[in-house]
């Protein structure tokens, strides 16, 4: 069963940096990436690495955020730099193998202004 286990995130100032750190169970992940929700909003696609190291980013955070992966320990990081108050939410962890999609518990982050 894959699992998917997040670490960081936390409470930090407009324009701080935070980063975010998912290790997963098992390998073989053709996808992994970040996604968010906010309260009251639907989850949104924040940043996705192929196993290739094609990236993709919400244009929201294009230049602000940097996602990495390292295939040999099955881990995605998320550097987010220049936060603002705006990018507080949730943050899962996301991983697709083959057609299933797995999902991390969330971690908060929140930017105070």
């Known amino acids: 069963q894959v699992q998917l286990v997040e670490s960081g995130g936390g409470l930090v100032q407009a324009g701080g940096s935070l980063r975010l750190s998912c290790a997963a169970s098992?390998?073989?992940?053709?996808?992994m990436g970040w996604y968010r929700q906010a309260p009251g909003k639907q989850r949104e696609l924040v940043a996705t690495i192929s196993s290739g190291g094609g990236t993709n980013y919400a244009d929201s955070v294009k230049g602000r955020f940097a996602i990495s992966r390292d295939n040999a320990k099955n881990t995605v990081s998320l550097q987010m730099n220049s936060l603002k108050p705006e990018d507080t939410a949730v943050y899962y962890c996301?991983?697709?193998?083959?057609?299933?999609?797995?999902w991390g518990q969330g971690a908060q982050v929140t930017v105070s202004s």
């Open positions: 996301y991983a697709r193998r083959w057609t299933a999609d797995y």
């Open positions: 098992g390998s073989l992940f053709s996808i």
